[in-house]
Nanobody, 124 residues
């Protein structure tokens, strides 16, 4: 079993930056693909970014490409989401997810473990 705990959310002005962290427990972390999803009020949860278990392959939603960077440190069992040039439309609860598939996927059904979420609010 893997447990995921997110941190780093908060309130930031448009154009600012935040870094989210997702710390995992469990011995199989390094073999899991990791991803970030988000859910804004009244909207479906959507894919943001994912990274393969090796860290060599990353994918991003078009809406965040060039502004967000996903990374992982397997020694620390932690995944990160660096968010720059934040926009009000990035406001959402951000969820960390882990998949037993080697590179994860774009759909939340492809992920086996989820964190509790962390709120990110971007003011205009």
């Amino acid at each position: 079993q893997v447990q995921l705990v997110e941190s780093g959310g908060g309130l930031v002005q448009a154009g600012g930056s935040l870094r989210l962290s997702c710390e995992a427990s469990g011995q199989t972390y390094s073999s899991l693909a990791m991803a970030w999803f988000r859910q804004a009020p009244g909207k479906e949860r959507e894919f943001v970014a994912r990274i393969s278990w090796t860290g060599f392959t990353t994918y991003y939603a078009d809406s965040v490409k060039g502004r967000f960077t996903i990374a992982r440190d397997n020694a620390k069992k932690t995944a990160y989401l660096q968010m720059n040039s934040l926009k009000p439309e990035d406001t959402a609860v951000y969820y960390c997810a882990a998949s037993r598939r080697s590179s994860g996927g774009y759909y939340d059904t492809e992920y086996d473990y989820w964190g509790q979420g962390t709120q990110v609010t971007v003011s205009s």
